[in-house]
């Protein structure tokens, strides 16, 4: 592999919004400083390639602002990978495109694909999330420090260890509040450290015995998968009536004729 070399950063600090809709626009690792955004939107790019100053993607502090409506954004390779996004404070919002850990080039661990910490507002409504790859592969997500998230959509995934195994797809920890309403996932849960973790759907089940997590999310896919929780966390499922399954319009017709035969039944009761 060749050696990295060191790349433009992007860095805002005078609290401005950078969008990307295509290469034209750049595509090296963004900083923010002092409530500045970045925005990227399908055709857009923040990758990480170059050995400085940073590993992430787009690293947001001071109340920055980072919104992922499309494209694609990955840590750096090196190791141990960057996060695709590494944010404190501030709001994330993501609703399409990829975001990606940067693998572990040598025997590190894979990168988050992205990390979460301070007074954050996370939202995902869609795209793909990934831990980058190494000898342990990256979380999918990790969110942290009283951060507040959501997830109603997307796919949230770990990365792949040298053995094949699947890293955690949600790490929730030091007090950070997660509710998870949607969406696939590839990888187990990790809950510790006073940290709260809300599964809204049906059918839910948590086996503290075998820690296996099964039922169905609000919007209908399956959850199957282990939930590592310590002592000290919170974990709270809401289960609300399956959707009701819609008669097919055979049934609708013969029960709108048994409808009709009995209306005239009562008629024909009168006339006598």
């Given at each position: 592999m060749p050696a990295l070399q060191a790349q433009a950063v992007t860095t805002l600090d005078d609290g401005s919004t950078l969008t990307r809709s295509a290469s034209a626009d750049g595509t090296d690792e963004i900083v923010l400083f002092n409530a500045?955004?970045?925005?990227?939107?399908?055709?857009?790019?923040?990758?990480?390639?170059?050995?400085?100053?940073?590993?992430?993607g787009i690293f947001g502090t001071g109340g920055s602002n980072v919104e992922v409506a499309g494209g694609t954004v990955k840590g750096r390779d090196t190791n141990n990978g960057g996060s695709g996004v590494g944010i404190n404070g501030g709001v994330f919002e993501f609703s399409a495109g990829t975001i990606t850990g940067g693998?572990?080039?040598i025997n590190g661990n894979g990168g988050r694909g992205a990390t979460i910490t301070g007074t954050?507002?996370?939202?995902?409504?869609?795209?793909?999330?990934?831990?980058g790859n190494g000898s342990t592969g990256g979380v999918g997500l990790g969110i942290f420090d009283t951060a507040v998230g959501t997830i109603s959509g997307g796919t949230v995934a770990g990365g792949i260890g040298q053995s094949g195994s699947m890293a955690y797809s949600l790490r929730i920890s030091a007090m950070a509040n997660l509710t998870v309403s949607g969406g696939t996932f590839g990888g187990d849960f990790f809950l510790s450290d006073n940290a709260s973790l809300t599964v809204r759907g049906y059918d839910l089940v948590f086996d503290r015995g075998t820690r296996s997590l099964s039922g169905f999310l609000e919007d209908g896919n399956a959850i199957d998968l282990l939930l590592f929780k310590a002592p000290d966390a919170f974990l709270t499922l809401v289960n609300a009536p399956p959707p009701a399954v819609p008669l097919p319009a055979g049934g609708i017709l013969l029960l709108s004729g048994f409808g009709v035969a009995a209306l005239f039944g009562r008629k024909r009761k009168r006339a006598t």
């Amino acid at each position: 592999m060749p050696a990295l070399q060191a790349q433009a950063v992007t860095t805002l600090d005078d609290g401005s919004t950078l969008t990307r809709s295509a290469s034209a626009d750049g595509t090296d690792e963004i900083v923010l400083f002092n409530a500045s955004s970045a925005v990227i939107n399908t055709g857009g790019s923040a990758i990480n390639t170059g050995t400085q100053p940073g590993r992430d993607g787009i690293f947001g502090t001071g109340g920055s602002n980072v919104e992922v409506a499309g494209g694609t954004v990955k840590g750096r390779d090196t190791n141990n990978g960057g996060s695709g996004v590494g944010i404190n404070g501030g709001v994330f919002e993501f609703s399409a495109g990829t975001i990606t850990g940067g693998d572990s080039i040598i025997n590190g661990n894979g990168g988050r694909g992205a990390t979460i910490t301070g007074t954050n507002l996370f939202t995902m409504t869609g795209g793909t999330l990934t831990g980058g790859n190494g000898s342990t592969g990256g979380v999918g997500l990790g969110i942290f420090d009283t951060a507040v998230g959501t997830i109603s959509g997307g796919t949230v995934a770990g990365g792949i260890g040298q053995s094949g195994s699947m890293a955690y797809s949600l790490r929730i920890s030091a007090m950070a509040n997660l509710t998870v309403s949607g969406g696939t996932f590839g990888g187990d849960f990790f809950l510790s450290d006073n940290a709260s973790l809300t599964v809204r759907g049906y059918d839910l089940v948590f086996d503290r015995g075998t820690r296996s997590l099964s039922g169905f999310l609000e919007d209908g896919n399956a959850i199957d998968l282990l939930l590592f929780k310590a002592p000290d966390a919170f974990l709270t499922l809401v289960n609300a009536p399956p959707p009701a399954v819609p008669l097919p319009a055979g049934g609708i017709l013969l029960l709108s004729g048994f409808g009709v035969a009995a209306l005239f039944g009562r008629k024909r009761k009168r006339a006598t």
